[in-house]
């Protein structure tokens, strides 16, 4: 979409222009956002297949895990919704990898001496993916966001209405007399 059109529809809906361009993803925020979602399920798949899992079930059981970890970010905004995006596109290229892998029910052959050093790089990795994200989201949070007034808060609109509900009744009444 053009940045202009974009831009308008933005007026049209009620935004300034700054929380418009604040809200606007760059090709580094996507690269980013898409980044950390990969390190996520990079250092969940790892620790699922390093707790007993075979291949194929520790890259679903890691894909629904980013999943829910993604949705459940309570900040509505265009990095939380590009993320929710990725996810699934994320998930479909998984899939065909899952579907496509000559080895779906390979155990990890992980040496004992190794074992902690790689559990410790699966924490690292989700850790780093999840604060990558939190961060990502923070940066595109608006501290006071922009809501239809309320009823409460515009006392003679809510009047208003009342009246014109009252008036309509009315109305209906007498045709039906």
Wanted: with cysteine.
């Amino acid at each position: 979409m053009d940045i202009d059109f974009a831009k308008t529809l933005a007026l049209l809906n009620g935004e300034t222009t700054e929380t418009f361009l604040q809200n606007q993803l760059s090709q580094s925020d996507c690269a980013q956002i898409d980044n950390a979602i990969d390190t996520l399920f990079s250092g969940l798949s790892l620790q699922r297949w390093l707790q007993g899992e075979t291949l194929a079930k520790s890259w679903s059981s890691a894909l629904d895990e980013v999943r829910d970890i993604v949705f459940a970010f309570a900040n509505q905004n265009s990095a939380t919704n590009y993320a929710r995006n990725y996810v699934f596109i994320h998930r479909r290229k998984w899939h065909v990898k899952i579907v496509s892998c000559h080895m779906p029910n390979q155990l990890i052959n992980c040496p004992p001496k190794k074992f902690n050093d790689w559990e410790n790089d699966a924490k690292l990795k989700i850790q780093m993916g999840t604060e990558m994200l939190k961060k990502k989201f923070s940066e595109f949070s608006t501290p006071t966001t922009n809501h239809v007034p309320t009823f409460q808060k515009m006392p003679q609109f809510n009047m208003q209405l009342i009246q014109e509900r009252t008036n309509e009744h009315e109305h209906v009444r007498e045709r039906t007399k």
